[in-house]
């Protein structure tokens, strides 16, 4: 089984993906998207990727939870500004944050998290110590943002992957 599925999150996600792309969920959508799922691990062998290690999955799940609430709210949230003529009382901003993760998956998911959510982008991560750049949309309180990213999302992360 580990022959044909050596990265078997990577063949979900992309059947998943494949699925979700499609315009149909028929016997030849189901089709070809078990193929790219079993085709796309083995184009990834020569990179000699190392496989992803899910210490929790109840965190996992828990993540999940909270970004997708998180992505709705801040949706909602940057609407407002931008139809509410707001925009002037906007300070928009960039902020460090210290991060502790070391695992390059965590770290790779945090910036899809953050970059995912509307109202901020992963701008740059320097790994000597361990500093993001982090551009927030609506900028009030800096110390905020950086509770936010360490207490939501930073701790679930260090309990998923190390």
């Known amino acids: 089984m580990r022959r044909l599925l050596p990265h078997p999150l990577l063949s979900l996600g992309v059947f998943v993906a494949s699925i979700l792309m499609s315009a149909s969920t028929g016997p030849p959508a189901l089709a070809l998207a078990a193929l790219a799922a079993v085709v796309a691990p083995q184009l990834m062998r020569p990179f000699r990727i190392d496989p992803v290690r899910i210490r929790s999955p109840r965190a996992l799940v828990q993540l999940t939870v909270i970004v997708l609430t998180d992505i709705l709210r801040s949706n909602w949230a940057v609407g407002q500004i931008l139809l509410s003529g707001r925009r002037r009382e906007r300070v928009s901003g960039f902020i460090h944050v210290p991060l502790d993760l070391k695992?390059?998956?965590?770290?790779?998911?945090?910036?899809?998290?953050?970059?995912?959510?509307?109202?901020?982008?992963?701008?740059?991560?320097?790994?000597?110590?361990?500093?993001?750049?982090?551009?927030?949309?609506d900028l009030v309180d800096e110390e905020t943002w950086i509770r936010l990213i360490k207490d939501r999302y930073e701790r679930l992360l260090k309990e998923i992957f190390e």
């Open 103 to 137: 695992d390059r998956h965590a770290l790779a998911v945090l910036a899809i998290i953050v970059t995912s959510t509307p109202g901020t982008l992963w701008v740059e991560y320097e790994r000597a110590n361990g500093r993001l750049l982090l551009h927030v949309l």
